[in-house]
Every structure is written in structure tokens, then in C-alpha cells.
């Protein structure tokens, strides 16, 4: 059976995974098109700030809640609904406002976190920020309970598994105790120094006041402070996330080229799924030159004797040494795609062949999810 109608027809989650540029967008959408068409009420999140899935999908925008794709547009696309795609695009911010409204202990000190100035400028750009409220987003989706399948489409990566190692970083970072053990004095004093404990912290903090300012001080003394009673929140539903993923209604689908760089990557995430012990659904080699034939071509001799020939004969010629040159990418790609053949099976591959244009539209999708489910 093909890799992604199976897991389409029996899983609830669809992660598309994978290094930046190789489609992950484009294949969350196409997979999210066919499972909608085919009855399931669908939702696809995009953490694609180009907002490329809006306009494929025939939307103006999204937004961080999910956007309903009409009937009328699948039906110009000749594609016949049977049931239900929403879309939505993460916003990194408000979806942080939430956590934060729904882990502090009281509303007063939710709406003093986020109206805090340093809280505003790393709510959406802090390291592992983007990954955890993207997982965070997940749950919140699957735990409603009105999907039948969720497919997230997530933050571009050179790393494995990023997508869930940030969120541990980030949460270390919250809970840091060297940096909470240098803002300690400054938060009990009430933004002044205390005269006796942590004289080290002190002497760094009265140099750190010199850099940036007191103001700036101030206010990251505030979010720690008011931090408190929210970092075992915030670990819990890291650890709910990662035991969801690992669960039998969750699967991941690897995403490459035939580009060396992006096979090497997707191997490398395809080992470290198997370590995580997270389901491996299928690997989508994108854009591949398909092989037309051995490839054997002209000998030297005879495409010389060809360019030396009459009209036709020329002409010939010259379309042997595009064949020459086209099967030279071939080999290419054939070559980097052997590493994967030994860490993935072949039979969970599904190839997308290097299409005339890309999926702007739902008919650009509709191509390519035939290709996906062929």
C-alpha cells in the first residue's frame, strides 16, 4: 500500500519534517487536500511566514485559528469535497500570550508578563520559542477534539528533531538557575542592590546596568520574577507533547531532495526518529528527474560524426548531448539517494517527479497529492 495513504487513512497526526527548501509546505498541504477530499474533516498548520499555503489554498490569509477552505474552491479546481480542510498559519506571540494566560497562577500576573517589555521582544523571536508554541498549537488541536487529522507543517531546520529538542532548550532556559541566581538580588531588592548575598551577581549586575540600562533590567527582572509557579506548566506540556508524538496516532513523513545536502539531513533525521522511537511514516524524495531509459546515448565517435553531418544529423546531435547531460543529474541523484536506501526501505518511499510549475493553487496541489497517493 502506498506509505501516505496509509497513514493518511489510519493516523490522526501527519509532522512533515525536514531541511528548508524542499517542499515541506507544499507536501502538507497536497496531503491535507486529499485527505479532506476523501472525507476527513482536516486541518493543516504552517509555520511558513510566505504565506505560500494561504494563497495555494485560495485564502487571502491566516491567521492563528483555523480558517475553513470553502466547497466552491475545490469544485474550481475540479476536486470533489467530501469533507472538511481548515488551514491556520502559527503566530508565534499570540500563541505564547495563551500559554502564558493559561500556566500563571492568577490573571494579574499573566497580564504583567505579557505586558512586560522583555517579554514582548522574546515572545516570538527567543530560540526554540517558534517549535514549542508550534507543538504547543498541536496539542491544543488534538485535544479539542474536532479534527479527524492534523497535519503540521514545521519550522524549517538543519538540525534533526529540532522540533522537539527547542522546547527542552527553551524551558532550560526559563528555569536557568545561573541566570536566575544573578537576577535574584535585583528582583528582591525591588530593582535596587542588596548589600549583603551573591556578591558576585551584584558586581555583574551593576556592570550589566552600565551596558543596557536599568529599564532593561528591570523589566527581565520582572519576567523572572513572575515567571514563578509557571516552569513545572510549561514542562508538563513539553513531556504531554513528546508522549503524543510517540504515540500510535502520531507519524512523521521526511521530506527531501535528491540534493546531496538534503539527503544527507533527511538520513541523518531518519536515524534519529528510529533513536526517539517516533513512527516513521514515509519519505518524500521531491522533484526527481525521472530516467528515461539506460542513458546509453551516443558513443564519442558517433556524436562527432553526427556534428559533422548534414542538418538532421546536427540536430541529432545536439539532442543526444542534452540526453547526455539530463542523465547526468539522474546518476547524480541516484547516487545520493543510495545512503537513504540503506536507513529508510525503499517501500516507504514515495517520489514527486521535477513538475513544469510549482503549487500555487489547489490545482497545483491536486497534481501533486496524485503523485503523493499514486
Not at 560524426?305 to 539532442?319: F, N, P, S, V
Request: proline letters at 3%; a positive charge; one cysteine or more.
Amino acid at each position: 500500500m502506498n506509505p501516505i495513504a496509509e497513514i493518511t487513512g489510519h493516523k490522526e497526526i501527519i509532522v512533515c519534517a525536514g531541511a528548508g527548501g524542499v517542499g515541506k509546505t507544499t507536501t502538507a498541504a497536497a496531503i491535507a487536500v486529499r485527505a479532506a477530499a476523501g472525507g476527513k474533516k482536516t486541518v493543516v498548520v504552517t509555520i511558513d511566514p510566505a504565506r505560500r499555503l494561504a494563497s495555494s489554498l485560495g485564502l487571502k490569509e491566516l491567521s492563528n485559528e483555523p480558517t475553513q477552505v470553502s466547497k466552491r474552491k475545490f469544485a474550481a479546481a475540479g476536486l470533489d469535497l467530501k469533507g472538511e480542510l481548515h488551514a491556520l498559519m502559527l503566530d508565534t506571540k499570540s500563541t505564547f500570550d495563551e500559554v502564558v494566560l493559561r500556566y500563571a497562577p492568577t490573571e494579574q500576573q499573566a497580564r504583567r508578563i505579557i505586558a512586560n517589555r522583555f517579554y514582548r521582544n522574546i515572545s516570538g523571536t527567543l530560540s526554540g520559542t517558534q517549535e514549542y508554541m508550534a507543538m504547543e498549537k498541536l496539542y491544543e488541536l488534538h485535544a479539542g477534539g474536532a479534527y479527524d487529522l492534523i497535519v503540521i507543517d514545521t519550522p524549517p531546520t538543519r538540525n534533526a528533531l529540532d522540533f522537539l529538542d527547542a522546547p527542552r532548550r527553551l524551558t532550560d532556559f526559563l528555569e536557568s538557575r545561573v541566570l536566575r541566581w544573578f537576577l535574584l538580588p535585583y528582583v528582591k531588592a525591588g530593582g535596587g542592590f542588596m548589600r549583603f548575598a551573591n556578591v558576585a551577581a551584584v558586581a555583574f549586575l551593576r556592570v550589566v546596568k552600565r551596558i543596557v540600562g536599568g529599564s532593561v533590567l528591570d523589566d527581565t527582572a520582572e519576567f523572572f520574577a513572575n515567571l514563578d509557579g509557571m516552569y513545572d506548566g510549561f514542562k508538563a506540556r513539553a513531556r504531554d507533547v513528546a508522549a503524543l508524538l510517540q504515540s500510535e496516532t502520531a507519524s512523521f513523513v521526511v521530506i527531501t531532495s535528491p540534493a546531496e545536502e538534503s539527503v544527507l539531513e533527511a538520513t541523518y533525521f531518519a536515524s534519529r526518529l528510529n533513536e526517539a522511537h517516533l513512527a516513521f511514516g514515509a519519505l518524500v524524495v521531491n522533484r526527481v528527474h525521472p530516467r528515461f531509459g539506460d542513458g546509453s546515448g551516443a558513443t564519442p565517435r558517433q556524436q562527432a560524426r553526427l556534428a559533422q553531418g548534414d542538418e538532421a544529423a546536427r540536430r541529432l546531435a545536439q539532442l543526444l548531448d542534452n540526453e547526455a547531460s539530463f542523465m547526468r543529474i539522474v546518476r547524480l541523484e541516484e547516487k545520493n539517494l543510495k545512503a537513504l536506501a540503506r536507513k529508510v526501505p525503499r517501500h516507504r518511499w514515495v517520489h514527486v517527479p521535477y513538475l513544469e510549475r510549482e503549487a500555487v493553487d489547489l490545482d497545483g496541489l491536486a497534481v501533486i497529492a496524485a503523485h503523493l497517493f499514486a
